[in-house]
C-alpha cells in the first residue's frame, strides 16, 4: 500500500517542502486546511503519517500542536527543521504601491511584522495557509491583494516576488515534527532524542529535582514547554524533549522519571534532525 503523507496546507506550503524533504518528491500527499483535520487524517487511517509545524524561532511554540499531540496519542517519529524564507507575491506586473491587503497564516504574518510597518495603507489579513492564499490570489486574479509564502508557492502559482525574505530575523527556522499513531519506526542504537510529557504535585523543589535526574543521566534538555492543567487551576503539564548519546542512558532517566512524576508519558523517540 502506498504510503501518504498528511500536511497542513497544500502543495506549496512549507510543510509540502518538509514532506518532500524528509520523505522523497514523489509522495503522495493528503491535502488538510487545519491541524485537527490532519490529526484526523491519520487517526483514521486515510494518511499513514503526518508532517506537523511544532515551533519556530521567532513565533516560538505553536502550544495547540503540543495538546493535539498528547490528547490523540500520536507519536513522534522523527523531526526536520527547514529555513523558512517569507516572500511578498502577487499578479504579475503589480508593485508594493498597489497592494491594498496581505494575506497570509497568522505566523508568517507574525514573522514579517517589521516589514509591513513600513507599509502602513496594508491590510494584514490572517488566512489558513500560505501556499493556498497564493493558489486563491491566482486562480481568482485578485489584484491588489499579496500573499505572504514561500518561493514554491510563488513558482507553482505563477507570482511574482515583489520583496524577497521579508522575514524579521534572517536566521529564521521551523521545526517539524513526523506523527504516526505508533511509535515503532528505528531501532534504538539510531534512537537519539526523545519527546516527554508529565506532571507534577505541586511541591517546591520538584521540577528541580526532575531535571537533575535528567542532567545526572547524561541527557541534554533542549526544550521545556509548560501548558496549564485546565481542570486544576495553577497546576502545568511539561512537555521537554532531550538529546542523548546512548539509548541506555536516556532508559535509565525514563525508568526514574516514570516513578517521580505523574502522568509520565513518551510522545516520542527518534533522530534528532540537523539543524
Do not use: W
Not at 498597489?98 to 489579513?125: N, R, W
Not at 490572517?126 to 486562480?139: L, N, Y
Not at 489584484?143 to 508557492?153: M, R, T
Not at 526532575?210 to 526544550?223: D, E, G, Q
Amino acid at each position: 500500500m502506498e504510503t501518504k503523507i498528511a500536511i497542513q496546507g497544500i502543495k506549496g506550503s512549507f510543510h509540502h517542502q518538509v514532506a518532500n524533504e524528509f520523505f522523497n518528491e514523489t509522495t503522495s500527499l493528503n491535502e488538510c486546511m487545519s491541524f485537527e483535520s490532519l490529526v484526523t487524517s491519520i487517526k483514521e487511517n486515510n494518511s499513514q503519517k503526518a508532517v506537523m509545524a511544532l515551533e519556530n524561532s521567532i513565533a516560538g511554540s505553536i502550544i495547540p500542536n503540543y495538546a493535539l499531540i498528547d490528547t490523540n496519542d500520536l507519536h513522534i517519529i522523527g523531526e526536520h527543521y527547514l529555513d523558512i524564507h517569507m516572500n511578498l507575491m502577487v499578479i504579475k506586473g503589480q508593485k508594493i504601491e498597489d497592494i491594498k491587503e496581505v494575506h497570509s497564516h497568522p505566523i508568517a504574518l507574525l514573522q514579517c511584522a517589521v516589514f509591513f510597518k513600513q507599509y502602513p495603507h496594508i491590510k494584514l489579513v490572517e488566512s489558513g495557509d500560505t501556499a493556498e492564499t497564493a493558489q486563491r490570489i491566482k486562480k481568482e486574479n485578485l489584484l491588489g491583494i499579496g500573499a505572504v509564502a514561500s518561493p514554491i508557492a510563488a513558482r507553482m502559482y505563477d507570482l511574482d516576488i515583489i520583496a524577497a525574505g521579508i522575514h524579521t530575523i534572517k536566521s529564521n527556522k521551523t521545526r517539524f515534527v513526523i506523527l504516526k499513531t505508533q511509535n515503532k519506526e528505528i531501532p534504538k542504537e539510531q534512537i537519539n532524542k526523545a519527546s516527554i510529557k508529565f506532571e507534577l504535585d505541586d511541591t517546591p523543589g520538584n521540577l528541580a529535582t526532575v531535571l537533575n535526574v535528567m542532567n545526572n543521566c547524561k541527557l541534554n534538555l533542549t526544550k521545556i514547554q509548560s501548558m496549564p492543567i485546565i481542570e486544576t487551576p495553577f497546576q502545568y503539564s511539561f512537555f521537554v524533549d532531550v538529546v542523548f548519546v546512548k539509548y541506555k542512558h536516556y532508559e535509565k532517566a525514563k525508568k526514574i522519571l516514570e516513578l517521580m512524576t505523574t502522568h509520565f508519558k513518551v510522545l516520542g523517540e527518534y533522530k534528532k534532525g540537523e539543524q
